[in-house]
Each structure stands twice: as structure tokens, then as C-alpha cells.
């Protein structure tokens, strides 16, 4: 289909003609009452003549193709909208000390949890192209990293610049941000629903990962789920690892890289709750394939259709009509400087 984008830069053609009219209509012509003409001596028109009444004809035309170029003539390749089937998804990852832990890590490569977590969503976020899906992460306190969006690009982005806060010692030597380590459960599911709550979309679902027990926050994980369950939001909960001893990257007072064993704890309970409460359910996973299942299981969760536009695809044909127009304009200037010793 044929169109042009600017149809109102034909306005120009007004003007553009009064010019024409100006050049080839309002000559003064002056003449003398004179009867045997055949006296006369015939003569014919100098090519100088010629070309000082073709030049204008010439450069108005080079103008009628830039006003042309002006208007954008492009044809439409694509524009159409389909229905498709979509679900509105939270994200919510723990971002807390305990995700550095190492036990999803290979022979010949060594992961955090959070690393695995990180490939696996980015993984499940590729399938689900039709979904508005956010993030948010939490450790200490819950932080909104992206709203709801199509634009799946940035949302992948975002995730893989998500990060467990280091460390930072006090001058006396004490860890001066140990709540950005802790893990406030509640406080995140609640930021989520906050975020799902005004989603048009009928199929609202969070998914909530975590491998600790909730420590800290404003907000009690008891209230939050039952506000999911009011705003009827399905919680898929994911708890990684078990209660006991978990590898970590450490130093030594050398500086040297080692590993040591540290104590975690999952509340598998609070987390079989929040499913539960909400109508969603628990996966528990200790490696990266049970995450993987896990996620596939979550993969065939119930969709909603909606109506999704597509955005139209266009040949843009100005670049044409655009150089033809200032060719001639040059080419008539340029002639008229050189003939008739003036410009236009």
C-alpha cells in the first residue's frame, strides 16, 4: 500500500504554482503595429533564448519533487494487530548475602546462585514474548527494577547488571551494610503486588525466589500474601537450596581465594504458605536443573488473550524524488549564473 506520511507539505504546492504563474504568465510582451511582416528578416531562436525560457521550468519542477520528497511517499509493508495470549509476570529475586553461595557451581567453572537464578530467568523471559513481565529484587529492602513491559531487551539488560551488595566495612571494622544482606521477604511480595495491581491484564502471577528466611522488613510476609490473594495473584514460590552447610568464596588474611562452608537457612515453610495461601505452587530446587524444571513447570501457566498491535513496517521512497529535486535546482541555478550572468 502506497501512502504519503506528511500529506500536508503539498500546502507548498500553492506558492510553487504562483511562482509558475508569476514566471510564464505575467511576461510583458511588447509589440508594434507593423503590416508586411514578410520584410521582415526571419529569425530563429538563439539556444540563449531557449534556455532562459526552459531554466525556470526546470527549477520549479526540481521544487515540485522536493515538496514531493517533504510529503515522504513510502509503502506500507506490514501494519496489522492480532490477538495473542499473554500473563502479566513479577519477577521477584533475593539479592541477599546468601545467593553468593557456590553450590550450583560445575567442575570447571564456578557459579553463584544468583548466576545460575540470573541464566535461567533470562532463559524463561526469551519464551515468554507476549508477557508484560517486571523485576524486583530484594535483600535487606525490596527494590523495583523494572515495571511491567513488553520491551524484553531491557528487561535483560536490567537482570544481568543485578548484583548481591559487597560488603562495606566501618572504620572499626565492622560491616557497615548488613541490612542490604539480610532478606526481607514481605517487603518484596508486596512491592510486587503494588506493581501487578493495576495490570489490565486478567492473569497476574509472581514468581518469588529466595534461599533464606525473612529477617527484616516493614512489611510481614503473612500481610503481603493475603493482599496477593485479595488482588487474586497466583504466587509460583522458588526456594533454593536446603537448611546446613553451603560453599562460599572467600579470603584468606593473605588475600589469597578459597573456600569455606557457611551456615544457611531456607523457610521452606513460609514459602509453602505464600503458594498455598495464594493458589500458586512450591518447587524446591538444589541445582540448576531442578531450577530449570521448576521454571518450565511455571512455563504452562494459564494465559489471558489480548489484542496486540503490530508496529507497521515502512519502504521509505523520498531519498529519490529528494535528489532529482535538488539536482535540478542546482543544475538550473547553476546554468541561469552562467547564460544569463544572474541568478534566478
Known amino acids: ?46 539556444w540563449r533564448m531557449v534556455t532562459r525560457i526552459v531554466l525556470p521550468f526546470v527549477y520549479l519542477a526540481g521544487a515540485g519533487l522536493a515538496i514531493i520528497a517533504l510529503a515522504r511517499p513510502q509503502t506500507v509493508l506490514s501494519s496489522t494487530t492480532h490477538k495473542s495470549n499473554a500473563i ?13 553461595a ?17 541464566e535461567t530467568f533470562a532463559s524463561f523471559i526469551k519464551r515468554r514474548r507476549d508477557d ?9 529492602f525490596a527494590t523495583s527494577r523494572v515495571p511491567l513491559t513488553i520491551d524484553h531487551g531491557a528487561l535483560l539488560h536490567t537482570l544481568k547488571g543485578v548484583a548481591i551488595p559487597k560488603p562495606r566495612l566501618s572504620r572499626e571494622g565492622q560491616v557497615a551494610n548488613n541490612e542490604e544482606l539480610l532478606t526481607a521477604i514481605g517487603d518484596a511480595l508486596a512491592t510486587a503486588c503494588a506493581r501487578l495491581e493495576k495490570s489490565e491484564i486478567k492473569s497476574k502471577i509472581i514468581v ?22 485479595a488482588l487474586k495473584i497466583k504466587v509460583y514460590t522458588i526456594g533454593v537450596g536446603s537448611n546446613g552447610l553451603a560453599p562460599f568464596m572467600a579470603q584468606d588474611m593473605f588475600g589469597n581465594s578459597l573456600i569455606r562452608q557457611a551456615q544457611v537457612r531456607l ?16 518447587f524446591n530446587v538444589k541445582d ?6 521448576a521454571m518450565a513447570e511455571i ?25 532529482a529535486g535538488l539536482l535540478l535546482c542546482v543544475l538550473a541555478t547553476g546554468s541561469n549564473m552562467m547564460i544569463g550572468r544572474k541568478l534566478m
Not at 510553487?16 to 509589440?31: D, E, K, N, P, S
Not at 508484560?132 to 535487606?140: E, K, P, R, S, Y
Request: hydrophobic residues 40%; proline residues 5%; without cysteine.
Open 132 to 140: 508484560l513481565i517486571g523485576l524486583v529484587t530484594f535483600g535487606g
Open 288 to 293: 540448576p536443573k531442578g531450577l530449570d524444571q
Open 88 to 100: 502479566a509476570i513479577q519477577m521477584v529475586v533475593d539479592v541477599s548475602g546468601s545467593m553468593e
Open 299 to 323: 512455563d504452562k501457566l494459564e494465559k489471558t488473550k489480548i489484542q496486540k498491535d503490530v508496529y507497521n513496517q515502512y519502504n521509505e521512497l523520498f531519498l529519490k524524488p529528494l535528489l
Open 102 to 118: 557456590l553450590d550450583f557451581s560445575t567442575r570447571d567453572r564456578y557459579r553463584s546462585r544468583l548466576d545460575v537464578v540470573k
Open 1 to 46: 500500500m502506497f501512502r504519503f506520511a506528511h500529506p500536508y507539505f503539498f500546502l507548498l504546492a500553492i506558492p510553487l504554482a504562483l511562482a509558475a504563474w508569476t514566471v510564464y504568465g505575467r511576461r510583458i510582451r511588447q509589440a508594434m503595429i507593423y503590416a508586411p511582416t514578410y520584410r521582415l528578416p526571419r529569425q530563429r531562436p538563439s
Open 267 to 282: 523457610d521452606e515453610a513460609l514459602l509453602k504458605s505464600i503458594a498455598e495461601t495464594t493458589g500458586g505452587h512450591y
Open 208 to 229: 518469588l525466589l529466595s534461599d533464606g528466611e525473612s529477617n527484616t522488613g516493614l512489611i510481614k510476609p503473612e500481610d503481603a500474601m493475603k493482599a496477593a490473594k
